[in-house]
Nanobody
Framework: HVQLVESGGGSVQAGGSLRLSCVTS????????MGWFRQAPGKEREGVAH???????SVADSVKGRFTISKDNAKNTMYLQMNSLKPEDTAMYYC??????????????WGQGTQVTVS
């Protein structure tokens, strides 16, 4: 399993922006499929965005046009740029590695999460 550390969460007003980062020092990012997931209280964890080893990306319909996933292999860092945030985006956000697509159960390495609150 890969150790992942998220950062960049916080509290913002609706319409604001945040950029989340996920860093690991153990394995090159170009060998893993990576993803961002979120979980709100009382809800199941859901996929937000996913990036393949070749850099191809996909995002959930709920965030399409507002969120962008990217990675910098040289820095072993993955990002989630979140714009036009809405109160319904409030959740704990997790990065994950080693899975497929936007399905949480396929991922075997998880970070500790970073809280995003939109008011």
């Amino acid at each position: 399993h890969v150790q992942l550390v998220e950062s960049g969460g916080g509290s913002v007003q609706a319409g604001g922006s945040l950029r989340l980062s996920c860093v690991t020092s153990e394995y090159p990012y170009d060998t893993y499929c990576m993803g961002w997931f979120r979980q709100a209280p009382g809800k199941e964890r859901e996929g937000v965005a996913h990036i393949q080893r070749n850099g191809r990306t996909s995002v959930a319909d709920s965030v399409k046009g507002r969120f962008t996933i990217s990675k910098d292999n040289a820095k072993n860092t993955m990002y989630l740029q979140m714009n036009s945030l809405k109160p319904e985006d409030t959740a704990m956000y997790y990065c994950a590695a080693g899975g497929s697509g936007l399905t949480p159960r396929t991922y075997n390495s998880w970070g500790q999460g970073t809280q995003v609150t939109v008011s």
